[in-house]
């Protein structure tokens, strides 16, 4: 069974920092590419931090130089550290595979999610 819990998410005021924290009950978690994405209301969908199962990282332009992923293979878990947060950061915070999500049959799999509202 598939299952991607996040947490961490909270209100922030701009400049400020979360910790964002992925639980994956993936099997073969440490074969895979990871990834962070978001949503904000009325907009797609995007990726914007990943790593690889090796460790190497990549990010989308908007965040680079203030996010951090980072994985923990022994605990199955994947982390964002967010820095320097700005409103058009806020958005639901979700983890998955990367680059294709987890399928389950139906469609993707995707979890609850974590919010992020960044606002003063």
């Known amino acids: 069974q598939v299952q991607l819990v996040e947490s961490g998410g909270g209100l922030v005021q701009p400049g400020g920092s979360l910790r964002l924290s992925c639980a994956a009950s993936i099997s073969f978690f440490r074969s895979y590419d990871m990834a962070w994405y978001r949503q904000a209301p009325g907009k797609q969908r995007e990726m914007v931090a990943a790593?690889?199962?090796?460790?190497?990282?990549n990010y989308a332009d908007s965040v680079k130089g203030r996010f951090t992923i980072s994985r923990d293979n022994a605990k199955n878990t994947v982390s964002l550290q967010m820095n320097s947060l700005k409103p058009e950061d806020t958005a639901v915070y979700y983890c998955n595979k990367f680059p294709d999500p987890v399928w389950v049959g139906s469609g993707y799999y995707w979890g609850r999610g974590t919010q992020v509202t960044v606002s003063s």
């Open positions: 790593i690889s199962s090796g460790g190497s990282t």
